[in-house]
């Protein structure tokens, strides 16, 4: 691969960029092209053409964490949105780790579909692609975007930057801490399923059981936030006591 610092951290394969226009992009094409394989990761400082949900632009300025990681799990199609679910849970504990070695407070939260927040604020996104042949996953790319040191000053929902917490990592590191939970959690969810990682994640859910508004673009929706589903839609109860599942949109 050219212009690549490659190294070795636990099982997985860090190759970094200085410059990409997307890790997502980049790390797709090399895993279409067999040239990249599970466990390893793209890392950039600084991304041209950063994506997120929902075919947003992701800015992606240097002094920020951009990494998109390679996954070839044997499992069934309905079940790969349940990846981005393991991510967050692994940042937050990550996170939450930082926090207590560094004395720092904040309060962090999940906010669905896969976002991570410090104090009500988007801290970390994630854009979960992934290539199916047959009805079977041949690859999925996680991408993750962490605001270390700056985050965009126009968006729809409020963000911020571990700097603003006085919080002093590196992105390298952050990427470092976050993989030594994720392997563990992964693991967990790859023999025991999606039940631990949906009781985790709603443990620190941001508005369960208050009453929310789902953005889906066309219109909006509103009702009481009560789980997850197994394929990772949100599930509410409206105002005529009728439960309705929602597949993607903004909760604000
Ligand atoms: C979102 O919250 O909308 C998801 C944001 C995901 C951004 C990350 S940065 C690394 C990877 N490469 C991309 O182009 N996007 C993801």
Known sequence: MKNAQNYQFKKFLIHQFDEVESTN???????????????????????????????????????????????????????????????VCALQIAIEKIFKQQKIDGEIKNKWPNDLLIDRKKIAGILLESKISNKICDFVILGIGVNINSNPAQTLFPSTNLKNFSCAISAVKMLEIFLEEFENLYENWLNFGFNNIRNLWQANAFNLNSEININLGESMIQGVFQEIDNEGNIIIKNHNNEIKKITYGDVS
């Open 25 to 87: 992009d980049l790390a797709f094409s090399l895993a279409e092209n067999k040239q990249i394989f599970a466990n390893q990761i793209i890392v950039a400082s600084k991304q041209n053409k950063g994506r997120g949900r929902l075919n947003r632009n992701w800015e992606s300025p240097i002094g920020n964490l951009y990494f998109s990681l390679v996954l070839q799990p044997k499992i069934a199609v309905e079940k790969i949105s349940q990846i981005s679910f393991v991510a």
